[in-house]
């Protein structure tokens, strides 16, 4: 895009302090050259109005802090240039993440998202204690090959923004607390598998997963967490036929 194309953006912010309460608001942005989305918004609480509330920290894309809805898909605001925007749109509607409750403007309650980790037993379940040695986990190892994508998630929760079945049922546990029960059910120093089964295993768990793969689409570190979900499918039923055929 040209230097005089725009001097100034058309972006259009999410203004509420309940979820189904709220309204865009028009503002007109300056246009700088590598300018990312994170950078109008900014730009709108330091220039037009410092009650605009939104949810930031690294700016590197190493935290996910400022996931958002960005023309209504979900990205990290600090890593999305506007200049990508702008080439198929030229307006801007920034939102906060769908499938979780608004607290205000920009910024959503994470709770749920991390109470399904819980509830999806996505929680490290040690075997030794401090005092005993550590095993060693090999990167060639079957389980941990397994797994070499799962475990670089950051908790941003863009996948789960992503998921229609989040969407339709939000009692599902989503991509992300599948895709950490995943990672944890192939680590050797976890010793919770049967209680992992178990609780992916019901109505709201990894059965429930169409494959549709929005997850996969957006996920800003290109991972896979309908593989993952496709493992725990593999391995529940496994489980189910095992204790049937006992």
Not at 23 to 35: G, T
């Amino acid at each position: 895009m040209k230097n005089n194309r725009k001097k100034y953006l058309s972006v259009k912010v999410w203004r509420s302090k309940k979820e189904t309460e709220g309204f865009f608001e028009k503002f007109s942005v300056p246009f700088f050259e590598s300018q990312t989305i994170l950078d109008l918004v900014s730009w709108i609480q330091q220039n037009e109005d410092p009650s605009l509330t939104y949810r930031f920290a690294c700016r590197v894309g190493m935290c996910g802090s400022c996931a958002m809805m960005v023309n209504g898909e979900p990205r990290w605001t600090c890593r999305t240039h506007v200049n990508k925007i702008l080439a198929k749109s030229e307006d801007i509607e920034i939102a906060p993440l769908r499938n979780l409750p608004v607290i205000k403007d920009l910024v959503t309650n994470m709770d749920k998202f991390f109470e399904k980790w819980i509830e999806a037993e996505g929680v490290f379940h040690p075997t030794k204690t401090k005092k005993d040695k550590l095993p060693l986990i090999k990167p060639d190892t079957e389980k941990r090959v397994e797994v070499n994508n799962a475990i670089e998630c950051i908790n941003c929760g863009i996948c789960y923004s992503a998921c229609d079945l989040v969407s339709a049922n939000s009692e599902y546990l989503g991509p992300a607390a599948l895709n950490r029960a995943w990672s944890l059910l192939n680590d050797e120093r976890d010793g919770a598998e049967d209680e992992i089964i178990d609780a992916v295993s019901r109505g709201n768990g990894c059965h429930n997963c169409h494959s549709q793969q929005g997850c996969v689409k957006y996920c800003p570190n290109e991972l896979n967490p309908t593989f993952s979900i496709a493992g725990l499918k593999r391995k529940t039923t496994f489980s189910f036929f095992k204790k049937r055929n006992k």
